[in-house]
Each structure stands twice: as C-alpha cells, then as structure tokens.
C-alpha cells in the first residue's frame, strides 16, 4: 500500500479552503494500522510534496494543531 498516493489522491475530494490533517484523509482503521515511524515518513513525504512537489499549487500550509500535526488548506 501506498499511503502517500492514497493521501494525495484524497485531496481530490476536498472542498477549496477545507483545513485537514493527513490521518483525515484515510479511513480511522487504515490510519491506526499505520506504525509511528510510517506516520512520521508520510508527514514528511507529504510536506515535501506540498513544498516542492505535485501539491504545490493545490494545498497550502496552514499551522501547527495543539499536539503539533501539520494542518493543510486546500487551495
């Protein structure tokens, strides 16, 4: 499984200026199979693409959440 493609291709479905963090773009039991350290990569991965890749003109970054997840908006 993918899960940067999966993450990606969900935000297809979001709506423009709708804020969201990664682990809602999959599905709560998809997102809890994930170990800490697949998590960890895939935030960076997609930070990466948001920054300097495919996303980089489709979402932005918006803030830090209370336990510091990054929040996105998409444009």
Not at 11 to 34: A, C, M, S, V
Not at 35 to 42: A, D, K, P, T, V
Not at 45 to 65: A, C
Request: net charge positive; charged share 30%.
């Amino acid at each position: 499984m993918d899960c940067l493609k999966i993450a990606v291709e969900e935000t297809k479905y979001l709506q423009p200026g709708e804020e969201f963090l990664i682990k809602d773009l999959f599905k709560g039991y998809e997102w809890n199979r994930l170990g800490i350290g697949e998590r960890r990569s895939l935030g960076a991965l997609f930070l990466y693409d948001v920054k300097n890749g495919r996303l980089k003109n489709v979402i932005q970054i918006t803030k830090k959440s209370s336990a510091n997840q990054q929040i996105y908006t998409k444009i």
